[in-house]
């Protein structure tokens, strides 16, 4: 270990991150727009150029919606259309087996799923009740909630796009750049501008940063997705080290409340922690910051290979140092002012249950089962609130909502309430850190089922865990494939979907298994990636069993107040298993 600028001691370098090599010098040009110039260089690229992403939704309202799905352009369906929060999903009945072997147009369906955009996660229960009847009228009824805080609909036809947008824009809402080589959503901490032990509210920022450039199009080539989150809550609720760009909440001895920023996270398949850069904005620098750090991105950042176009491979190749000199020379023209980290948080950032505001009334924060509601149930949950007084509520980065503004003496009656919808505001330690991301139900890259395996073995072990005596929430990631949108590698435990080998040798769905993962949190001094175990594999069907195994294991044999990430990483392998 060794002793970080504040003193404390600093993970070790494997901790962050998978070893990540920058593109290899060679006689080709990595596509970095200011070193080696605009052309083209993959067909990805070549789309971008050809047509800004952008302009896609002109030719939805008045060709594709009138034509069908026959009618769409194919660089358009499987290029621009993301740009607009749309993916065709994948068809029903082709098995996990196939995902990697059959073409784009062979997987899909002629339906889409939607991404309804909610930056920082606010919503009203007026904008809640227009989703939920979009979701009945437009997409079966489903509705899920992501761990970026947005909404996805399902069985969404092109048809059908020109009364969607019309209906969301009416309320506030949109889709554009849900998708894409873009800025995506702007998480930001579900309790802004409400929670009593807030630092700072990152509202203004959240909205200047997106009113000034989402949907700018001279940021809408980038050379893959932009991820941001800013939060001002001391719990660090937004997993910014997750993220491309990320500010989060710290006093300066000198200069008061401002933000800590953090570049070049993401996971996927070759996951690495974001870094501190060592700078300290104030709120009214943070979207210059914030647009520096994402034309550095589209200027800087690798386009010849997709899968080395992330920041983080520019971040690795640059280090921090490098970074913020061209962010601060080339970009904001001054320097920022150095500044310290954040302490590690106090308290749990999900939000669960119930918590006083800083004007005297409540927040509550429930959990359905892996993010999984309906249009049916988001309607009956802004009457409910209504009915409590309330017309506001948020969307969290954990698949979860937090309903504001209660009154005391309403607390326990809205409790019951959402007890009756299925979200549960106390819920058990298994089902509250429980998320799953979209699964072979709906996804052409999935290879394996995620929230109904994930729900089964939720209700499963509710039952066999109700003895044991586990000391905080446990964490449990499921991903139908590498990918990792549902994070598994900061998980507690984290289940990689892929097609395994039975004791009887058939091939079957199942999971790779990822142990002792987690972000910065109150039990955890800085984030790390958890450990694999060699030939350490579950079957899709035995999710509750290998989870009641491990953390009766570990409920019986940790040493003292040890988290379960900490005792994952000290024990043999053997325990693991």
Not at 100 to 123: K, N, S, W
Not at 335 to 355: E, F, M, N, Q, S
């Amino acid at each position: 270990m060794t002793l970080s600028e504040t003193g404390t001691q600093a993970a070790p370098a494997a901790a962050r991150g998978a070893r990540i090599r920058p593109p290899r010098p060679s006689s080709k040009p990595n596509g970095q727009w200011k070193i080696d110039g605009t052309e083209p260089l993959n067909a990805n690229e070549q789309f971008k150029q050809e047509d800004n992403g952008l302009n896609v939704r002109e030719r939805i309202e008045t060709v594709y919606a009138q034509g069908g799905f026959s009618s769409i352009d194919p660089t358009d369906l499987h290029g621009r259309f993301r740009w607009w929060g749309l993916y065709t999903q994948r068809k029903p009945g082709i098995d996990g087996g196939k995902t990697a072997t059959l073409e784009p147009h062979e997987l899909e369906d002629e339906y889409f799923m939607l991404r309804v955009r909610i930056d920082g996660g606010q919503l009203t229960t007026e904008q809640l009740r227009v989703i939920a009847g979009i979701s009945n009228d437009f997409a079966r009824g489903t509705a899920d909630l992501t761990d970026r805080q947005n909404i996805q609909l399902h069985w969404v036809q092109v048809e059908d796009m020109p009364e969607i947008w019309r209906r969301l824009e009416s309320v506030g809402l949109s889709t554009t750049e849900a998708c894409g080589d873009v800025p995506r959503v702007v998480l930001g901490s579900p309790v802004a501008g409400i929670a009593a032990d807030e630092l700072i509210d990152p509202t203004p920022q959240i909205d200047e940063i997106t009113r000034r450039f989402i949907g700018d199009p001279e940021l809408a080539n980038l050379p893959r997705k932009f991820k941001t989150a800013l939060t001002g809550h001391p719990s660090q609720d937004v997993v910014h080290e997750i993220n491309d760009v990320a500010f989060v909440a710290v006093e300066h001895p000198e200069h008061g409340v401002g933000y800590d920023v953090w570049v070049g996270g993401a996971l996927s398949t070759v996951p690495r922690l974001g870094e501190r850069l060592g700078a300290w904005a104030s709120p009214d620098q943070v979207a210059e910051v914030w647009y520096g750090v994402a034309r550095i991105f589209r200027d800087y950042g690798y386009r010849r290979l997709r899968n080395k176009a992330r920041l983080k491979f520019l971040l690795a190749d640059w280090g921090v140092e490098k970074f913020r000199e061209v962010l601060e020379t080339e970009y904001l023209g001054y320097r920022l002012a150095d500044g310290p980290a954040a302490p590690k948080p106090p308290t749990p950032g999900d939000h669960i249950g119930v918590h006083r505001q800083k004007d005297g009334l409540f927040y509550v924060g429930a959990t359905p089962i892996v993010g999984r509601t309906s249009g049916t149930q988001l309607a009956a949950l802004a009457d409910l609130l209504e009915a409590h007084g309330s017309t506001r509520l948020r969307t969290t980065p954990h698949q979860k909502l937090v309903f504001l503004d209660i009154a005391e003496d309403r607390v326990e009656s809205l409790i019951a309430g959402l007890d009756e919808l299925g979200l549960s505001a106390r819920p058990s330690l298994i089902r509250r850190g429980t998320i799953a991301c979209t699964g072979i139900e709906f996804c052409k890259l999935a290879i394996v089922e995620t929230k109904e395996n994930a729900r089964i073995a939720v209700l499963e072990l509710e039952k066999r865990l109700a003895g044991v005596d586990l000391p905080a929430p446990l964490s449990l990631h499921i991903n139908g494939c590498p990918n990792s949108c549902a994070r598994i590698q900061t998980a507690d435990i984290g289940l990689k979907g892929q097609i395994i080998t039975d004791d009887d040798g058939n091939k079957v769905p199942g999971y790779q298994v990822h142990l002792g993962g987690g972000l910065t949190a109150h039990d955890r001094e800085e984030a790390g990636l958890g450990r694999t175990v060699r030939g350490l594999k579950v079957e899709a069907t035995g999710i509750a069993d290998y989870v009641e195994r491990i953390a009766t294991r570990y409920a019986e044999s940790r040493e003292g107040d040890e988290s379960f990430a900490q005792w994952a990483h000290r024990v043999d392998e053997e325990v693991l298993r």
